[in-house]
């Protein structure tokens, strides 16, 4: 008796339980003390491996960072092995070697620590990622789309096939083998997270009126408005492209959406160079990417109605009859928040507020259910009650449709609220580019630091 006793005491200090404890029943405990509780009962076999189950879940700050700092503490001075299940991603990041993603019964993807939960690979574990609250969070948190499958009646093929941004047809069908790439296992027929937009070495230079001052050289009267500019755009993917007036924001976005020509560089979309395809192929990308332009008032015609500016890219298309494209007409102006009645139809530029005028805008670059939208300063022209309103909007239509969304724009505190990761351009070049999080907390570009300091803050200390 004396030495189970001794056994009980030595287990209950070890995971950090009083006497006091020990003398009370479980209605008596906390949730934490519970956990440390039934910690002590498995360890008291002395398992060469222990397996547990959610051991965060429902504790406070405090307690959780307790629990994990004893788990670790008893993984140094033991040979234990620890299987952690959990949807804790941080809990995960300090206690376990490697990690592995499981969806509706089914492994995604499986590597080291740092590579799944640093550079997720499959489209499933970067969307946890980018759900998951951290302090360093600088946007607003989002799910995945969709819903979770019935765990008794899995969809055909690749069982996230119907939340993923880049399915093809081969994922509707076919069931992805989980197979080593660049040292992880990772269950997708794309290889993973796939690249939607890429750009290399963007150069574009602009001839002013006139000549250059006296004494200038003769290129003086030339502007390089973007200058060996190089990024990219996954699938499903928010990007912010920041910086001053006059940077070559606006020319570098045109250059991507394939409204400009690239004096140098290339730019590759789904794939294909936008350089070389054929007439054919450059009438069907310009339905997968759309523009949408800083001022909505310059970039429709005052002579067409509401029904008419939307459907303009429909009518250019040549898609659908007539009545389904009425239809679908109405179902953008719906998507954008409008209500699509005879009178809305009827209006033109003129007699809509700048917010309506900008969800007219939205719905037109929508209508072809393009899979980038290119965003020019898309709520700059509004007050910040739209800006708020029509910022949301785009973000819920991006997250719906599985787009990829392109924001340009000069105020670092909006975009941050939206973007996954944020670049950075001045002069032409992208001078810095990184997560969000990584842009507005741990900036490493001078640049971007005086941009940050600049951005709108009231003017006073609260106190």
Known sequence: GDVYKRQVHELAQQVGLEQRHLRAYPHQLS????????????LSCHPDILIVDEPTSGQDALS????????????RQTSLSLLLITHDLAAAAQLADRVAVLYAGKLLEVGTNRDVLERPRHPYTWGLLNAYPSMTTARDLRGIRGQSPDASDPPAGCRFHPRCTQAVDICRRVEP????????????????????????????????NGQGAPGEPDNAAEVEAVRQASLRVYHGEVVALVGETGSGKTTLGRLLAGLLKADGGRVVFEGQDL???????????????QFIAQDPFDAVSPRLRVAEIVREPLDIQGIGAAAERREKVIDVLRAVGLSPDAALLRRRAHELS?????????????????????ADEPVSMLDASEQAKVINLLKEIQN???MG?????????????????????????????????QIVTRPRHQYTRSLLGAAPTFGWEMG
């Open 31 to 42: 949730g934490g003390e519970k956990q440390r509780a039934m910690l002590a009962m498995a």
């Open 64 to 75: 959780r960072a307790r629990l994990i700092a004893l788990l670790r503490e008893l993984r």
């Open 177 to 208: 083998p989980l197979t080593e790439q660049d040292g992880r296992l990772i269950a997708c027929h794309l290889g993973g997270l796939s690249i939607l937009l890429q750009a290399w070495d963007l150069r574009k230079t602009f001839s002013t």
């Open 275 to 289: 350089a070389t395809m054929n007439r054919q192929s450059r009438k069907a990308s310009r339905q997968r990417i």
């Open 354 to 374: 700048g917010g309506q005028l900008q969800r007219v805008a939205i719905a037109r670059a929508l209508v072809l259910d393009p899979k980038l939208i290119v």
């Open 400 to 402: 719906e449709r599985g």
């Open 405 to 437: 969304l392109l924001i340009i724009a000069h105020d670092l505190a909006l975009v941050r609220k939206v973007a996954d990761r944020i670049l950075v351009m001045r002069q032409g070049e992208i001078v810095e580019d990184g997560p969000a999080s």
